[in-house]
């Protein structure tokens, strides 16, 4: 079972930055935080993933808080393309544990 | 970039055919992954694998074996379609890592339909 607990679904103006939380109470010290995306009828897309620090990339801002038991992907400037289901997902050790993907959040960016 | 291939987009078999799937990475990954996409069920691990010749069975492999004689191909292998084999399936591909934080990277995925 995912250990992650995520909203259903969420819209956002298109422009705007997107918030998504993504609740891991149980998350282990090992664990890391990752974000993946799909558009319909694609495959997941990596986002971003990290740790225990707050972490930037091209795409996206990844917020964990302190105590690591929730986090928060940033969209900066949310386009329409941008319209996807959004998961998180924590993991364990080496690149060898697959993904458990849970049912993520369904982010509308509205015109 | 990481490139991961799958061999079609779209899949039309009859009940009880034996089917391929192909899955190509070229980035020198040492593990691949096979999941399947339903609605409702979100994605679901079939099998995955992290060496040649090595495979390991991942959530839901009934109805499915795998081959992995060369380290950039993994096939997926419907024995006998079955119409409830009719889905969505990915393919993704990651570094082994000790480390831990590595990424995995996906195919467009197959689309199969079992009539």
């Known amino acids: 079972d995912a250990k992650t607990t995520q909203p259903t679904s969420m819209d956002c103006a298109e422009g705007r930055a997107a918030n998504l939380p993504c609740n891991h109470s149980?998350?282990?010290?090992?664990?890391?935080v990752y974000w993946y995306r799909q558009i319909h009828s694609q495959g997941p897309q990596y986002i971003i993933h990290g740790l225990k620090n707050n972490e930037t990339n091209e795409m996206a801002s990844l917020i964990i808080t302190e105590d690591r038991k929730s986090s928060t992907l940033i969209l900066p400037h949310a386009t329409l393309r941008d319209t996807a289901v959004y998961y998180c997902?924590?993991?364990?050790?080496?690149?060898?544990?697959?993904?458990?993907f849970g049912k993520g959040t369904r982010l509308s960016v509205i015109a | 970039d990481v490139k991961v291939t799958q061999s079609s987009r779209y899949l039309v078999k009859r009940t009880g055919e034996k089917v391929f799937l192909e899955c190509v990475q070229d980035m020198d990954h040492e593990n691949m992954f096979w999941y399947r996409q339903d609605p409702g069920l979100g994605l679901r691990l079939i099998y995955f694998?992290?060496?040649?010749?090595?495979?390991e069975k991942g959530d839901i492999p009934e109805g499915y074996s795998v081959s992995r004689e060369k380290k950039e191909r993994f096939s997926l292998i419907l024995e006998s379609a079955s119409t409830n084999q009719t889905s969505m399936y990915l393919c993704?591909?990651?570094?082994?890592?000790?480390?831990?934080?590595?990424?995995?990277?996906f195919g467009p995925g197959t689309r199969l339909l079992v009539l």
């Open positions: 694998s992290y060496d040649v010749k090595m495979k």
């Open positions: 997902i924590v993991r364990v050790g080496a690149g060898n544990t697959p993904l458990v």
């Open positions: 993704a591909s990651g570094l082994a890592g000790v480390m831990g934080g590595e990424t995995q990277y």
């Open positions: 149980t998350i282990s010290g090992n664990e890391y």
